[in-house]
């Protein structure tokens, strides 16, 4: 979904300077991740620029988070004829890559259902253990089919329990 991650964009500090943060980053709802485009004048011609660009660790709840940081080189170059020249290397721990990429993965815990038993009431003679046997079904949506999720039988109560259920991703 549109800004479920946030990436920083840092301008690396040159001898011992501080980092610099240059643009807070949001994904759109396919996932890229749009670093605005920066302007060089000729008091760069000649210079190598380093950016960083890493995900922000917020601690969601089910998510784990990319650590990655690529470095992003930048070295601005006189074409000769008035122009300039931002050629960028993507490298992640010192080696070029093609593109950026950060992977994600949500995980849920599981959920157990437990419903009430139910109760089967016979007038006019005793009840028998597993005298009535029922059916429990997931109603299918979608179109998808209904599931038989078990066969239940009453005991001499009347008691009919139903299983624990659990849910995962």
Do not use: H
Not at 65 to 77: F, G, L, M, R
Not at 100 to 109: A, I, K, R
Not at 136 to 161: F, Y
């Amino acid at each position: 979904e549109a800004s479920q991650f946030s990436y920083k964009l840092m301008l690396k500090g040159i001898e011992g300077s501080e980092n610099i943060l240059i643009d807070t980053l949001t994904n759109d709802e396919a996932g890229n991740i749009a670093i605005k485009p920066m302007t060089y004048k000729q008091k760069d011609m000649g210079k190598t620029y380093y950016y960083t660009l890493s995900e922000v660790i917020d601690n969601k709840p089910g998510y784990e988070y990319d650590y990655t940081v690529y470095t992003i080189k930048v070295d601005i170059i006189d074409n000769g004829d008035g122009t300039l020249t931002a050629e960028q290397t993507l490298l992640n721990n010192n080696e070029p890559v093609e593109e950026l990429v950060f992977n994600n993965t949500y995980t849920t815990s599981a959920v157990t259902l437990k419903l009430p038993a139910a109760i089967k009431a016979l007038e006019g003679r005793e009840l028998e253990e597993a005298q009535f046997s029922y059916e429990l079904w997931l109603k299918g949506t979608d179109g998808s089919e209904d599931i038989l999720v078990d066969t239940l039988a009453n005991d001499k109560e009347g008691n009919i329990a139903i299983k624990p259920m659990t849910y995962t991703q």
